[in-house]
């Protein structure tokens, strides 16, 4: 009340609206709502759900959450995104029907859906921009792909971005400053600049992959999906390390493949994978010296072999980048990895769709149902 | 009063002892405060100065200014950084004694100092950390230096922190994501994130100066001044054009000599700028693609070498970042340098000693008299 500048009386009649929508009961557990002294809320366990999806190059998490963005069911699904839009969201259509189901819900009990996508995002109107690997995804309207089953907002992020924000907000919520970086077949960072996703200009930030590095011990610089050669990913992405270890005669055809052989010890497999961390590590001291952040969480299939690959990023970092910025500097593993996507979406949804501030702005009267997706 | 949820009479209360402190005026021209619709106020020219000092490796420029930022007399000094804090800080006291003198104003009128170094700086104490260049400064107590004589907030940042303020606010309202690169003796960028300073976890943000590149046409790495080699500003900041410069034979001493040469259209130092242009260019690129900003200004003494350095930069940037994020970026000459610094300390000092919500606060109870350094 002290901040909405309303009256009790007010206050108390838009609360008693979302109270009777099924959104909020008195005295729950979970964040309280603010301004009314007289008692505490919290979201009705029953009141309605979330849907995220984390579409990524090979595969689709998919994940049911409460008003709060605490995940309830998950389910995955293998798809190719370079095979465009339709096809890939026909199966998150599927995967959000199976877990409505399951949870006995249906798609009016929706407050709110979240997708990220391995490629740039403009935000503001969730569309694709520009993606290199998303073949037919540029400009495609997301939010209206489910505008006919759902009345509800539909956020769309780069799947790093959700990634950065769901570990620092589960495992680093004092951590102002932190980059996600995720290596799987390619190469991408998400950006947490105080304590809010960073996403640039154009939603192109955090193109941690596609940084250039001169590397002695080749003669010619291999050629980037991205059409330049001698990008981070052209050497450390997980394509990449595939094509080196066909190179040198390893029968790999996927990247987890590549990752079983690293893990295996197969020795040019480690040797390829410690390289790949060096070059990796010159980018990631880069952003170091550039955002100097707190914490460096690092997922993807990837980080998944042993220390190898964070051996040769810790190594390079620690010695490219300034004393001060290092001296607290965590480079670990990602906590939540490969769920950090799904969980990422649902806080970031849940902020959007139900924070507090939103909460008191539509108490307030100057947000429209629509953006709330409230209909009391 | 909406926003501070007080009742009229208090706002109205608080208002009046603003105003007996001469500290605002009704019906003046500038920002009006809010809340209080019967009547619009802006700080009283007569009410107080701000005063504030850039820093350089060889010099001062300090500036007396309003309340609200604008600068209206300036002051020059030559100084050493590395003489140490006592003798630079005394000439930034002697600065500002003249120009307080010459304005017939005191110490007493003074409601906030702002000060920038070229080192990184903790914004929360304003002291110096590590700081490569800044010999004995290191945990100085800059704001405490200046307590004995004033009774006011003390402002503490690196320098191009307040340049890419001073350089947004002024020129780039509308965007929120810039870079401010500075080439003068060393090589700085201060960064604008989402419409704020970004100065990383431990005031170490923007170290674009020592970023890593590999350049194929040195048999060794030239050292650095931070200790390790091959950084960006051993090949391209000011010190090290005069390195090769007087390598080359020619008879330069200082940077501003080399500029000199440069804009002669020596051939040598021609050839020296545009290589040391694609070198920072390659940094700068890495910027781009981490940050995805939407103007890049560049500064400091060597952005005034016609376009030699600048055309390098954009020629490596156009290659290496993706066109998503150089579509609409600008890469463009300092509007504010050489007083970018002096005019962005001001806004960020108006903004932190007078800003509107800091006066609700004010105004509200919630902040004490000292930091808004306010005597009622």
Wanted: charged fraction near 25%.
């Amino acid at each position: 009340m002290q901040r909405t500048g309303l009256s009790r009386s007010t206050v108390n009649q838009r609360v008693d609206a979302l109270v009777s929508a099924g959104l909020l009961s008195q005295d729950g557990e979970g964040a309280p709502t603010r301004g009314r002294p007289a008692g505490r809320f919290a979201f009705h366990a029953g009141g309605g759900v979330l849907l995220v999806a984390d579409v990524g190059a090979t595969g689709i998490r998919a994940a049911l959450c409460d008003l709060a963005g605490k995940v309830s069911a998950e389910r995955e699904a293998r798809i190719e995104v370079a095979d465009g839009p339709e096809p890939v969201l026909t199966g998150v259509d599927e995967l959000f029907d199976q877990l409505l189901s399951e949870a006995g819900r249906n798609p009016a009990d929706v407050h709110g859906i979240g997708l990220d996508v391995p490629g740039p995002v403009d935000f503001a109107s969730g569309r694709v921009v520009s993606p290199p690997i998303m073949r037919g995804w540029d400009r495609f309207d997301i939010p209206g792909w489910f505008a006919s089953r759902y009345d509800c907002h539909v956020l769309v992020d780069k799947d790093v971005n959700a990634m950065a924000f769901g570990e620092q907000r589960s495992h680093y919520p004092d951590v102002d400053h932190l980059l996600m970086v995720k290596i799987g077949t390619g190469i991408g960072c998400g950006i947490i600049a105080g304590g809010q996703v960073h996403r640039g200009a154009d939603g192109g930030a955090g193109d941690l992959g596609h940084i250039h590095i001169t590397v002695d011990d080749v003669a010619e610089e291999p050629a980037c999906r991205c059409g330049n050669t001698g990008c981070v990913e052209a050497y450390a992405g997980g394509w990449a390390l595939l094509r080196d270890l066909r190179a040198a005669g390893r029968d790999v055809s996927t990247v987890d493949e590549a990752v079983g052989l690293i893990r295996s010890g197969d020795l040019v497999a480690v040797r390829l994978a410690r390289r790949a961390g060096r070059i990796l590590g010159e980018a990631v001291a880069d952003a170091v010296n550039l955002f100097n952040p707190r914490v460096i969480a690092i997922g993807g299939q990837l980080a998944h072999t042993d220390e190898q690959l964070l051996a040769g990023i810790r190594e390079l970092v620690y010695r490219r980048s300034l004393p001060l910025a290092t001296r607290k500097l965590q480079i670990v593993r990602s906590q939540l990895d490969p769920r950090a996507g799904v969980i990422g979406l649902a806080l970031l949804v849940a902020d959007v769709v139900f924070a507090p501030d939103l909460v008191e702005q539509w108490i307030d009267g100057r947000l429209s149902h629509r953006v709330l997706s409230l209909r009391p």
